[in-house]
């Protein structure tokens, strides 16, 4: 027989995990936008709008998930 807590406290890890690879992620999505950026000052290339709007598109997907994860988890 388990103690009525371990089922509650496995779920609250499991909770706390999720979040903290979801937050490591956002915080690469941020790494990212400033790499384009950097890579935007060293490389001069006609599709740099396009990779620019698709890195901040992706960082605002990944911080939306986090925040949304936040709330629903």
């Known amino acids: 027989m388990t103690p009525p807590a371990l089922p509650a406290l496995a779920h609250l890890i499991t909770k706390l995990m ?3 690879g979801i937050g490591i992620y956002s915080v690469f999505a941020g790494i990212m936008v400033r790499q384009e950026q950097l890579m935007a000052h060293v490389l001069e290339e006609t599709f740099e ?4 709007t698709l890195t901040i598109i992706h960082f605002l997907a990944a911080a939306g998930l986090f ?7």
């Open 67 to 73: 925040f949304l994860a936040l709330v629903l988890l």
């Open 18 to 20: 999720i979040l903290l």
């Open 49 to 52: 709008p396009i990779l620019r």
